[in-house]
């Protein structure tokens, strides 16, 4: 009997039948599938989808719906708001955002068709209502459509690039935009006519020679075999619930308690990486704990275990959380005083650690050696006063003195509080979705998308909300398109 590998493509020869004739085989039904398949059915090519759960959503489903968009003059709702978003600017972010594993080439091709994304997006329906929200939000509780979503007014970022705010969100009340962002994205595909197989879970590609030429899908217990002329497409989301490649890749997760997606098991790496595909970047990881809320908790100041501070906290609670995750101890705090503290969300699971009447008390009942914390604290209030922050630039407003006493150290502990994590590495893919070996060149008739590879949310200490999505449905569409072209 044949067997089957994630880790080695099937020669064409051992094909016993074909099962499915089609030109491009979609595998995953997130919101990088979707887009791969509404792209490829539209430049005319067949398409069958192929998703391993019941139907539609992934990661993508579980998502806010929030996507990164600007450039060009802005938005409609950027311009509405008084912000002229230029493309250099939104490239400069970009490529910030990306830090050492910024894709240049990605994040310039971006920026310049972010714009005509959006209105893609809206022309397969997509809603935005088209407002702004000013102020620090992790997503809109209402149905507003932007908000500042990374670190664009905060150092350094602001210095690189000029700040706009670029996080577009579905027009939904309330958390969780992903699942009708999804519904709307399968409805254009069953509109063009893809063919949707669900409860198919890919199992192997089958390779002629170096070419992709087809998949093997489990159904119903039985092995089927897809011949795709044009090619295969792998959507099919990261590796966040797969503990083996973690330990072997991204070993600092295991810091954390608490992944979070759908079941993102690593399987379209595995298999690109099986065909010879490069998989990079696979340690880095996006990670966040909802410090920022209750609202005024944004004020706060962040001390590792040794009382010094690490980062301006006006920046992406992502971006300050990534930093914590890197400080010694297995823990950090965030310093309130009266004027800015509130009972923490539960879900959180940040405890009060250390309270006082002086940073002083406070420092002792953390069990700080005398002079850390106390002096971390004097020097940032006596600059917070002036409006500076000589060490790390934080500003105004969020730049503020805490000197209300009682003072309260909240304790985020890496491994119980809730330290939200999914994986961002993945395969190395060019501008146009094709899967690269370790040379750099493409290899014939494989693509993909999403986050089962490195894109523009390419480096967790600089990842911005929506960056995601931005990636997997613009990919996701070119993807699609180049493999139809085929
Ligand atoms: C709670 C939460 C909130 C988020 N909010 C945002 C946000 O607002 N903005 C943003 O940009 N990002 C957000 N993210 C991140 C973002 O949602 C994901 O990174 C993104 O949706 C991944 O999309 P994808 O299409 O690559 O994968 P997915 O959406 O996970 O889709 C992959 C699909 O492939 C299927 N699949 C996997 N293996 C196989 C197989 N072998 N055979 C067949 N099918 C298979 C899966 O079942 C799944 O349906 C959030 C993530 C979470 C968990």
Redesign the pocket.
Known sequence: MTEFS?HRALPVAEVPEWHFDTDVVV?????????AAIEAAEAGARVTL????SG?????????????IGGGGGTDAQRAAGFEDTTEALAAYLKAAGGPCADEAKCDLYAQHSLAHYNWLKAQGVPYRGNYLPGKHI?PVDDSTLIW?GSEAAEPFCDIATPAPR?H?IQHAG????RPL?DILEARTRDLGVEIVTD????ALIADGERIVGAV??IDNANHFVKASKGVVL????FVFNEEMRRKYCPETFKLSDP??????G??IL?GMGAGGDAIHMEQF?TTCPWTMPEPHAYGVFVNVAGQRFINEDCYHGRVSRYAVDQPGGKVYLLLDCAHFSQPLDIANMRIAGTGETWAEVEAELEMPEGTLSATMEFYNRHAREGRDPLFGKRQPILTPLEEGPFVALELDFHDSYF?F?T?GGLRTNIDGEVLDREGAPIAGLFA?????SGL?AWGHGYS????????TFF?RRAGAKAAQT
Do not use: H, M, Q
């Open positions: 994630l595998i995953g039904f997130g919101a990088a599938g979707a887009c192929f998703e391993r759960n539609s959503g992934g990661a993508s489903a579980l998502s806010g719906g929030e996507i990164y997503e979503s996080g969100v958390w969780g935009g992903g999804v198919a879970r890919a199992i899908l489990r959507a099919t989301g990261g979070i997606g759908d079941k993102d098991d399987t379209g298999l996006f939200s999914f961002l998308a999403g986050r089962c590879t949310p909300s929506g960056l995601s999505l931005a990636d997997c996701g």
